[in-house]
C-alpha cells in the first residue's frame, strides 16, 4: 500500500461510520502491528509468583508480629487487673493513695517513720 | 519451561475465559499465563501505540498484567475480561504519561516532542516499514488526549460505544474527540 493510501486509512478511521475493525486488519497487514518481546508472558508470571513469596513471607510475619503483641498485651492487662484487685483487698480501695501504697497515713506520720522522731 | 507445563498450557487454549480467571484466582499459573498469552497483543497495541515502542513499554505491559492478576477477585464478570484488562492498560498508560510529562516538564525545556523515541521494528519489506513508521510518528505527534481515541479506533478496531465504554467518557464526548483527532491527523500527516 502507498505512503498515501496509509494516510487515506488512517484519517477514515476517525470518520464515525468508518469501519474500525476493518481498518485496523488492513493496517495489520500492512505492517502496523504490535507485540512484546519473546518470553513476555514468562516474564509476567515469574513477576508476579515470586513478588506472591514475599509478600506472603512479610504477611507471615506481620501475623506473627500482631499475635505476639497480643500475647503480651492480654498479659499486661491481666497482671493490672490483678494488682488492682490485690490492693482492693489489702487497703479496702482503690484509690490514688492507696495505688501509691500510701494507705491512710498521714503526712505527719510519714515524717515520723522517716526521721524516727 | 518445561514440556509438561507446555502441554498443560495446549490444554487451557480451548479453556474458557470465565474459567480460565477461576484458575488463576486459584493460584493457576498456567491459567493465567495463557489470558496473558491471549491478550498480550492487544496490551502492546495500547502501550506501544501510546508510548512508542520503548522499553518503558515492555515495563507497562507487564504491570498491566500483575494489577490485572491482583484485582482479578474484583472482576464480577459484568464486562468482558478484554475490555476490563483495557480499561487497566489504558489507566496505566495515562499515568506514565502524566510521570513522564513532570519529570521532562522539570528536566526540559523542550517539551513533550523530544521524549518518544520510535524505535521502528525491522521489516523485510520496505513499503511494510513504511507504513508502520507513518502510524507512529503520526500517533507520537498527536496529542494525548486524542492519542488515546485513534489507538483504540485505529490500533484496536473499537467502534464508537466501545471506546466510551473502556474510556468510561461520555459517547459525545468520543465523537467530538474523533472529529478533532481527524483535524489534527490530516494537519500532521500533510506533514510527512
Redesign the interface.
Known sequence: MKPSEIKKLIIGSMDVDAAPEEIARKLEEEGVSYDFSKGFSDRVIDKIFKAGVTIVRQTEFVRNLNSAFYRVALTGVAAIVVLLISIFLMEGSISFNSFLGLGDSYDESIVCLLTGN | ?SKRSTMIIGSYRQTEENELVKASLGGD?LA??EI??RY??M???TV??MLG?SVFA?DI??EV??KL?HSLSEFRGEAKLSTYIQRIAVNLTLNEIKRRKRFFSMFSQKGNSEMYEFEVAD?E?E??????E??NK?LMRIDPKFRII?TM????????KETAEILNLPLGTV?SR??R??DQ??GI?EK?
Open positions: 519451561m499459573k493465567f499465563g496473558v498469552k498480550q497483543k496490551v502492546a497495541r506501544k501505540g515502542d515492555e505491559g507487564q498484567f500483575i492478576y521489516h519489506n513499503e511494510r516499514r513504511e507504513a508502520s507513518i502510524v503520526a485513534v479506533r485505529m490500533l484496536q478496531g473499537y467502534s464508537t465523537l474523533l472529529s483527532a481527524q491527523l490530516k500527516l510527512l
